[in-house]
Nanobody, 127 residues
Framework: QVQLVESGGGLVQAGGSLRLSCAASGRTFSNYAMGWFRQAPGKERNFVAA????????AYADSVKGRFTISRDNAKNTVYLQMNSLNPEDTAVYYC????????????????????WGQGTQVTVSS
């Protein structure tokens, strides 16, 4: 059974930074792409960023390009999301997820590509 545990969320002022981490266990981490999504109250869960199994390919939502960076450390079974220049519109619960397809990187901006999800970590950006 795959387990994904996020950490690093919190309260930050606009313009500040946070780094989220997601520790994975349960299957060979280096074989699967990972993604970050976020969900604000009353809104649907939206794609933020994804990274391929080896880290050579990344994808970002337009709203976070140039501000957020996704990375992974396969030796530590961990994926990261470095978030800079945060603004109140970034306030949401952030979820990490693991794709279902071995060494796949298709449709990573859609929730349907993923079959395992973490419990989420709250990020609140004050103005």
């Amino acid at each position: 059974q795959v387990q994904l545990v996020e950490s690093g969320g919190g309260l930050v002022q606009a313009g500040g930074s946070l780094r989220l981490s997601c520790a994975a266990s349960g299957r060979t981490f280096s074989n699967y792409a990972m993604g970050w999504f976020r969900q604000a109250p009353g809104k649907e869960r939206n794609f933020v960023a994804a990274i391929s199994w080896g880290g050579g390919r990344t994808a970002y939502a337009d709203s976070v390009k140039g501000r957020f960076t996704i990375s992974r450390d396969n030796a530590k079974n961990t994926v990261y999301l470095q978030m800079n220049s945060l603004n109140p519109e970034d306030t949401a619960v952030y979820y990490c997820a693991q794709v279902s397809v071995l060494k796949g990187f298709e449709l990573v901006a859609t929730t349907t590509a993923y079959n395992y999800w973490g419990q989420g970590t709250q990020v609140t950006v004050s103005s």
